[in-house]
């Protein structure tokens, strides 16, 4: 069922307090983790990787519902699929850009045991996932340029959602890149409804005020669209 999901990008935490700053962000309402895997190659900045993917699974394991998001910026994303299914992640999201072979990387990540996100550069039109969306689970339209949190949104960016969601009613639909209360109507307006947030979560004095109603606007949104019915 589509709903909002509201997934903190960890990019924001403060590294030293990685685990309780996730556990304090899912007991405020957040459901799923939002991690930015960058390579240096793909993206101008290196991030995080698989040990400290590792640690988060050992800490947060699979039964207590947090959804673990990989947002892949990395250049030959095949090469870390079978890592990341073994870590036991929810969900690999790669860059329409990153792979010559869109069609064999998500039966390759499905094979592996994980859902499947294509992700959309500014750049990159919606209409390269004609033919993916009922492939996938999940397309993310970037709303800054990979590479950095803490970036403004980009507001022409929402025609893009719009499209994406007029054609695939039943798929998640993902913002990322400076989202947060001044940003969440454009983006839940245009049928988007997994948001990603890091700046605007971990620099909040009261992150459970924000997720719910950055939750709360999505859903008002799916409700008037008929998309969420209960
Ligand atoms: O993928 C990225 C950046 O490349 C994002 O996930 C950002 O890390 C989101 O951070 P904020 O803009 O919400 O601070
Ligand atoms: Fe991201």
Redo the contacts with the bound molecule.
Sequence with gaps: MVKAHIAP?I??CDFTQLGSQCQHAHSCGADWL?L?V?DGHF?P?ISLGFPVIQSLRNLIPKDQGVYFDC?M?VSNPEQWVEELGNIKVDQFTFHYESTKDPLALIKKIREHGMKVGVALKPNTPAEVVDNLGELVDMVLV?T????????S?MPEMMPKVKYIRDKFTSLDVQV?????LKTIDAAAEAGANVI??????FNAEDQKKVIDTLKQKVNENLKKMGILTE
Excluded: K, R
């Excluded at 340029?145 to 970036?151: D, L, V």
């Design positions: 990008s990019l924001a939002h930015d960058m993206v900045n947002h910026m970037m800054v340029e990979p590479g950095f949190g803490g970036q949104f990322d890149g400076g989202l947060g990603v947030a890091g700046t605007a979560i």
